[in-house]
């Protein structure tokens, strides 16, 4: 078996460049929201949560990163967002968008201090990371869909006001529900690797041991070699003495 | 009469922030295409034109600025993005939008020149940015409709190779047409415009003689004011020296 | 006389691009502080501070931006940055760029809710944007010079607990005393309006009365190409159907 | 010993935020040049070269990265920047800055064809990234020192014209020689990886044996918590229904 999903040339693009993009589409073709001036959450800062975070940015919107693996947290301040505790940005965010793959990411203590308007999307593994069952045991109505893919939940606030909560595709994958998915130009490279993993699978099947592999490192190397000739990308090689330098422990700085 | 599109609240926000997401918006519905890595032609770099530059820089794309104007070309230049005539853009865009409110923008000179898989739209004025026409008198073949939208032509370069040319929706507004146009959170501001201009010219109407008239200031002011509370943000208010000091000439560095 | 700050090709660059750059040059070679994951507060959204809060942004800080003008206000929440009274953003900020031509825009009520090591700056017209008076009344100790521009305040919080804060400069312009102004890319464009303006007055002597005069727009609009070209960059020019098209009204969609 | 440079701590952050600005601070300082509006060739898309692309354009010029990895080439050209290999962006570019590791990167045939004006600066390891002697040899005069740390060097080009083309620093670590070298506010995770390896080693004295040992894990965990703690930012923590749910394959989509 091969672990097609580890290729560089499949989760560096595909999670990210491909989910950052399909997961806002999803979300605009659902709802119409203009994202410039919006407090938008991010939950995960991964591969696809750096893909929408700065997509998000990209598109105007106020960028607001939660996390739980200090690492990625620090990255997320140091690329200039907002890092928070859901409880906190719970009560800020106009748009969450979970990326985590864990469950109940957003959940009961979060859904009652969103503010009115506020619309749910989630973009990770699993329906969920948004913990609908508690939402809909905790709205005083709903849902009620207020749109194609959109389902409204009124949620009665501590102080007597209440707070409409819209959930977009029953808290499924945005980017397959509510849009088309990824691009083309990405999934390419995607099932570049599939193919060619699985005919490396049959050339070598002699050799083969019953494990998972990693993609091997020219395959990957050569998916992102016809993908930049695809794009008309010219890059450059090395000289003799430069393969050399690199082979070498002799020069340094003079 | 009232100018309503030369208020602030109006032209500064709908042309740039409402046009910038609503026009990439038309152009990923329509075609599905990855903005990441490409290079998306900006014909006019007016506010319509440095909100879809800004917006398709914040989606990943490498953005080309073509101008008439030198002023609003050094802006483009200034901004960090590459400014070109169109007889080179064409060359080397992926993607071409049109925002000039001209017409022929993008025309048969360009087109001859264009990579296989170029796509053309526009989000000017009218359906004349991108001269069709002579589009059609040029192509071996099109327009065939290849996705709802998409119409496509083929060019037969000069070296005997052909190059597959795509337009959405006829060149129409390719935000009215393959997206839902701006938002309501930026319409509002336009609405709220002409709802409170309508109202002034009517107690005014015993002042106001037959001409055009700009928006008073202080119906833009109270637009953006009413904005700010809708989005929940407060802002500073000048203390009584600080007036003071704004009306004076008294103080300067110490 | 005439207004030369007025002329485009001085106040939008100049300001924007030249202020952007020096003034967070100046921070940097005053403190050498990492801009990547601070909160940095941006007082005024005029051209000068939204080149300091885009540049800062362009170098990984959280940028507040705070405002008194509700469609200056307006423009920033838009443009993706968080926009709050200075009283919130004086308990949250690491660095303070104050760029408002107004005066005690930091004053004593903000010094109190700081944090330990926030640094100051003013890029504004005159040194009393910071309240420095109030600021040395109100420390424990200080101005102590801790690096060359870098002056620290020691202030005393009401829970017992102190914060030290720095201003550089002694709150003149940041740009000019802790680095070298503006680079001369940008103030070719100014100096060329003061000549250009400088020759147009002397030849038109004769028919100007005694008033303040606006840069002729010939002259500005000759800056611009002049610069342009000086860059190596090319622009497109009107057809004569472009030309006839912008002065009719004969054409709208087919 | 500890490859403590492998440490995610380390090199994620020291090397892409550090170097990244401090990068940029040299060549402003030493050059005083305005990076908006630029052509900035970056060599090398690693760690380094990332936060230097990513800065420049956040200080608004346009940047070109060269790489010789298909990989690191693709992830440029999907971040937005344009791909080429050097002997093309020697024509274009205004100001270059390698980071690359190997030798020779910018060499005679790229000094042959670069504009009056360019600007040269490295990053990277060692001063050789910049073909020096061979600049020396071509050039018709230089070097000649126009600024403290920058030399100039007038090379002839084909047709009779001649560029002036800076060098700074000699071509040694811009970042070390014209500016302050990385802020405290990143060095202080690298020296923690040091300090607390160092520690490691001591104590694990008994169990090492003479090899390269990777940072350990929780040292690099717990330099990445106590950052946060000093950045005062709060992150969440996992529920204990979320432990269970992340090692375990029981729970999918609904």
Chains 1, 2, 3, 4 share one sequence.
Not at 56 to 64: K, M
Not at 179 to 203: C, Y
């Amino acid at each position: 078996m091969v672990a097609v999903n580890d290729a560089n040339t499949k989760h560096m693009f595909d999670n990210r460049y491909g989910t950052g993009q399909s997961t806002l589409d999803g979300v605009i073709r659902a709802t119409n929201v203009l994202l410039a001036g919006k407090v938008l959450v991010v939950a995960g800062y991964g591969y696809c949560g750096k893909g929408v975070a700065s997509r998000a940015r990209g598109l105007g919107a106020q960028v607001v990163v939660t996390e739980i693996d200090p690492l990625a947290a620090l990255e997320a301040a140091m690329d200039g967002f907002r890092v928070e505790p859901m409880a906190e940005a719970a009560r800020e965010g106009d748009i969450f968008i979970t990326v985590t793959g864990n469950r109940d990411v957003i959940r009961e203590e979060h859904f009652k201090v969103m503010k009115d308007g506020a619309i749910l999307a989630n973009s990770g593994h699993f329906d969920i990371e948004i913990d609908l069952p508690s939402l809909a045991a905790l709205a005083a109505s709903g849902p009620r869909q207020v749109r194609p893919m959109v389902d409204e939940y009124v949620v009665e606030g501590a102080g007597g006001d209440s707070a409409r909560v819209a959930v977009i595709a029953e808290g499924r994958l945005v980017n397959l529900s509510a849009a088309e998915g990824h691009p083309a130009s990405v999934m390419d490279m995607s099932f570049a690797n599939q193919a060619l993993s699985v005919e490396w699978l049959v050339k070598s099947r002699e050799q083969l041991k019953p494990q998972v592999y990693t993609v091997p490192a020219e395959i990957d190397a050569s998916v992102a070699k016809l993908k930049l000739e695809g794009m008309g990308i010219s890059i450059d090689t090395l000289t003799r003495e430069q393969e050399e330098y690199l082979s070498s422990w002799t020069v340094g700085t003079r």
